[in-house]
């Protein structure tokens, strides 16, 4: 009796490398996945950081709100806080930082509107400005489609415009309260509310 060799068949061969390919191409199927859900967890965590970095900063900037009107190139004066067309809201914040301790003041005026799709903080050099006073913008957050804005009064009501209608600049106090909604193109509504320093202003008898 004639024994068999002991190599493969052309058929066993062929069998052999199209159940490989099958294996490849699911392997690689899921090593793809696994890539692009990685990338997108990541994407993902990336956004989250950059939108809780620039809602602390604005955060940190409405706790730090002096009570302090300014005047405008034209002399006019501006409350220490208002919200306005030029920005979603602007006022004097305490706490600048002075690395070199520059004979400054330690206040500064800070703005934040919504342009483009972008979050812009703004910020000038001077409290009472002249003519074309410089201002620094920088973009803080991506994607915005707007901002909204309600201010809480001594009177336990919230109004959607700062000063509330009928008080002088120079007499207006701080808000005791702001609540800031951002419209997300990506992420939806995100809302925070902000207590507001005390206002020696408005504690007076």
Do not use: K
């Amino acid at each position: 009796m004639r024994r068999r060799g002991g190599g493969f068949t052309l058929i066993e061969l062929m069998v052999s490398l199209a159940i490989f390919a099958v294996v490849s191409v699911i392997a690689y199927g899921g090593l793809r996945l696994l890539i692009d859900n990685r990338v997108l967890v990541e994407s993902s965590a990336d956004r989250l950081d950059a939108v809780q970095r620039a809602i602390s900063m604005f955060d940190r900037d409405l706790q730090q709100a002096a009570p302090r009107s300014i005047r405008d190139p034209f002399g006019d004066q501006r409350a220490t806080m208002l919200s306005d067309d030029l920005a979603a809201l602007e006022w004097t914040r305490a706490g600048r930082p002075n690395p070199l301790g520059a004979v400054r003041s330690e206040l500064q005026r800070l703005g934040y509107r919504v342009e483009d799709g972008q979050l812009i903080r703004m910020s000038w050099q001077v409290l009472d400005q002249s003519q074309d006073p410089p201002v620094r913008e920088e973009a803080v957050l991506d994607l915005v489609e707007e901002i909204s804005l309600r201010f809480l009064g001594e009177d336990e009501e919230w109004v959607e415009v700062w000063p509330p209608a009928g008080v002088a600049p120079q007499m207006a106090p701080l808000p005791r309260a702001v609540e800031v909604t951002l419209l997300l193109d990506d992420l939806g509504e995100i809302r925070r509310l902000v207590q507001m320093p005390p206002d020696p202003m408005a504690m007076q008898p």
